[in-house]
């Protein structure tokens, strides 16, 4: 499992082909808020790309594809810095 | 499953203390679980850590329907706890939640406790009824039930907590909340615990190494 970068172009490829086949319904708790047609309050946040979609791009499965990039990069740096501050020395 | 900000929070001061609350509960948890990573693995999972949150991530996003007009994707806790065991599981987890939250809006500030709870601590802490159900088995079928089971368990508890926790916002309170949530996630559990059977009986067919938290039932006691 040395091979992080192999297995990071897997799991883009992995996006890429599942994405124009992902469900756009509304997941579990979203539905319970549509059945008793509850308002949400404002959120205060709105994020850097909302809706896993980037405002200039119009194809909402590239828009969403790219984001989706943007976002397993980050989430799979941040973890390799998590994992070296917790454990500095270990052995491989 | 992801509470946002707007749920949590309500006219009612007590949803406040319950969004309060959960930041609390989860930072005691991941305070817990990083004492417990440091100490629990003698080689470095660093690369597990960054492959696995990375793969979770990613496969959040893809939504499958379920019924009733509704979708569900996997949350991956049990998934995570099986390669990487309990602890740098809920670390994990929380780092996907994070990058969510702030990036990607997907799930609130103030309810990032609740959903540090729902998802990471709760899928991390399946870990524990795998190795209730194995016990000291190595049988194949067993191993593969016992994954279903935790998972399918590990999203309705989740469910469970995040009913009680948005049913201030809600007019007819706990009782429209709790029952809803439940149903729907019993059902969207089934494809969690599908997904993450077949995901963790064929890694362990490939590359049975990659299983850490898997190779760690038999060394942690409880």
């Given at each position: 499992?040395?091979?992080?970068?192999?297995?990071f172009?897997?799991?883009?490829?992995?996006?890429?082909?599942?994405?124009?086949?992902?469900?756009?319904?509304?997941?579990?708790?979203?539905?319970?808020?549509?059945?008793?047609?509850?308002?949400?309050?404002?959120?205060?946040?709105?994020g850097?790309m909302?809706?896993y979609l980037?405002?200039?791009?119009?194809?909402?499965?590239?828009?969403?594809?790219i984001?989706g990039t943007?976002?397993?990069?980050?989430?799979?740096?941040?973890?390799l810095?998590l994992?070296?501050?917790?454990?500095?020395?270990?052995?491989? | 499953m992801?509470?946002?900000?707007?749920l949590?929070?309500?006219?009612?001061?007590?949803?406040?203390?319950?969004?309060?609350g959960?930041?609390l509960i989860?930072?005691i948890?991941l305070y817990?679980?990083?004492?417990k990573?440091?100490?629990?693995?003698s080689?470095?999972?660093?690369?597990?850590l960054?492959i696995s949150?990375?793969?979770?991530?990613?496969a959040?996003m893809?939504?499958?329907?379920?019924?009733?007009g509704t979708?569900?994707?996997?949350?991956?806790?049990?998934?995570?706890?099986t390669?990487?065991?309990?602890y740098?599981?809920?670390?994990s987890?929380t780092?996907?939640?994070i990058?969510?939250?702030?990036i990607?809006a997907?799930g609130?500030?103030l309810?990032?406790?609740?959903?540090?709870?729902t998802?990471?601590?709760?899928g991390?802490?399946?870990?524990?009824?795998?190795?209730?159900?194995?016990?000291?088995?190595?049988?194949?079928s067993?191993?593969?039930?016992?994954?279903?089971?935790?998972s399918?368990?590990?999203?309705?508890?989740?469910a469970?907590?995040?009913?009680l926790?948005?049913?201030p916002?809600?007019p007819?309170?706990?009782?429209?909340?709790?029952?809803?949530?439940?149903i729907?996630?019993a059902l969207?559990?089934i494809?969690?615990?599908?997904?993450?059977?077949?995901?963790v009986?064929?890694?362990?067919?490939?590359?049975?190494?990659?299983?850490?938290?898997?190779?760690?039932?038999k060394?942690?006691?409880?």
């Amino acid at each position: 499992m040395n091979n992080k970068t192999g297995i990071f172009f897997l799991i883009l490829v992995f996006l890429a082909i599942f994405l124009p086949f992902a469900s756009n319904l509304p997941d579990g708790l979203e539905r319970v808020v549509e059945n008793f047609g509850v308002k949400e309050q404002n959120n205060f946040w709105n994020g850097l790309m909302a809706d896993y979609l980037i405002e200039s791009i119009n194809n909402p499965i590239i828009s969403t594809f790219i984001s989706g990039t943007i976002g397993t990069f980050i989430v799979l740096i941040a973890a390799l810095i998590l994992g070296r501050t917790i454990q500095p020395d270990k052995p491989q | 499953m992801h509470i946002p900000d707007g749920l949590i929070i309500t006219n009612e001061p007590l949803s406040i203390l319950g969004a309060i609350g959960m930041w609390l509960i989860s930072f005691i948890f991941l305070y817990w679980s990083w004492k417990k990573t440091k100490i629990t693995y003698s080689r470095s999972i660093t690369s597990l850590l960054g492959i696995s949150s990375a793969f979770i991530f990613a496969a959040q996003m893809i939504h499958f329907p379920v019924i009733f007009g509704t979708s569900g994707h996997l949350v991956g806790g049990t998934f995570l706890a099986t390669l990487l065991g309990p602890y740098a599981a809920i670390l994990s987890m929380t780092i996907v939640l994070i990058m969510q939250a702030v990036i990607f809006a997907d799930g609130g500030i103030l309810a990032f406790g609740a959903n540090v709870f729902t998802m990471a601590i709760i899928g991390g802490l399946s870990f524990f009824l795998i190795k209730i159900i194995m016990r000291n088995s190595n049988n194949k079928s067993r191993l593969a039930s016992s994954v279903f089971i935790s998972s399918w368990l590990s999203v309705v508890l989740g469910a469970l907590v995040a009913g009680l926790l948005i049913s201030p916002a809600f007019p007819g309170g706990i009782l429209t909340t709790v029952p809803a949530m439940l149903i729907y996630h019993a059902l969207i559990g089934i494809g969690e615990g599908a997904i993450t059977a077949i995901l963790v009986t064929s890694i362990q067919k490939i590359q049975p190494t990659a299983m850490g938290g898997l190779n760690l039932l038999k060394e942690i006691s409880m």
